[in-house]
Each structure stands twice: as structure tokens, then as C-alpha cells.
């Protein structure tokens, strides 16, 4: 899935085709864009505001920085040893 005119007009968003051409300069999955919309949306009706341009950004980028987080997680977030019960 990509930044369709669609789904942003789904979230609420009027978008020029140069705004859905820098949004895909994002290195973001189907899944990830779904979710940003979601999140965008989801907060700006929260603030009473509409969803901007701008609000999108912000979540593309807190959703990469998310990605890289998890990346570079310690390993306690992976699953436990099992040890042995003497």
C-alpha cells in the first residue's frame, strides 16, 4: 500500500500530488503508513483540529524513530533463558 490520495482522503486530509510525493520519500510499509494515518487521525481529532501535512510528518517520524528503538533494543526484550531446576 502506498500514500494513496484515497486513504488520505479517508483520514480527513486534502493533499497535493507533490504532498504525497515527499510522504513517499518515507521508508515506510503498508502497514506502517496505514498505522500513521490512524495515529494522525486519531490525535487530531483528540486536539479538536483537522489533520495536516504537517501532523503526518510528525508521525512518519516518530514512527521511524519507533522502528529504529526496537532495532536496537537490548536483548532482555527477547525471550528468557530457561534454566535448568536443580
Do not use: C, H
Amino acid at each position: 500500500m502506498r500514500w494513496g490520495e484515497s486513504l488520505l482522503k479517508a483520514a480527513g486530509l486534502t493533499v497535493t500530488t507533490e504532498d504525497i510525493a515527499k510522504l513517499a520519500d518515507a521508508d515506510l510499509n503498508g502497514r506502517q503508513i496505514t498505522n500513521v494515518i490512524r495515529t494522525a487521525s486519531t490525535m487530531a481529532k483528540l486536539d479538536g483540529e483537522a489533520v495536516t501535512y504537517e501532523r503526518l510528518v510528525e508521525e512518519i517520524e516518530e514512527a521511524i524513530r519507533f522502528e529504529r528503538e526496537m532495532l536496537q533494543a537490548p536483548d532482555y526484550l527477547g525471550k528468557p533463558e530457561l534454566k535448568a531446576v536443580a
